[in-house]
């Protein structure tokens, strides 16, 4: 998993950033279904809305910066 700081956001497009959060994603949503023991499931039920989270946050973001001022 990458995160962002907003030193960085030159170097590491946004577009790459999108692209890495919905893999965690997918990853996440993978992982979920695959375990059943109860510890196991809340740890991925926490990945996976982290990973939405950080999914509805970089997208919003790109909008916001493709958005004429």
């Known amino acids: 998993m990458v995160w ?3 030193s960085s ?8 950033a999108v692209h890495d959060a919905l893999e965690e994603w997918s990853t ?6 695959q375990v059943s023991e109860p510890d196991l499931v809340e740890y991925a ?6 990973a939405e989270k950080r999914v509805s946050y ?3 973001k ?8």
């Open 45 to 50: 039920v926490l990945r996976l809305e982290a």
């Open 4 to 6: 962002i700081k907003r």
């Open 58 to 60: 970089l997208l919003r």
């Open 9 to 16: 956001l030159e170097t590491y497009s946004l577009k790459q």
């Open 28 to 33: 996440a949503k993978s992982y979920f279904e």
């Open 62 to 69: 790109a909008r916001e910066d493709s958005e004429p001022p």
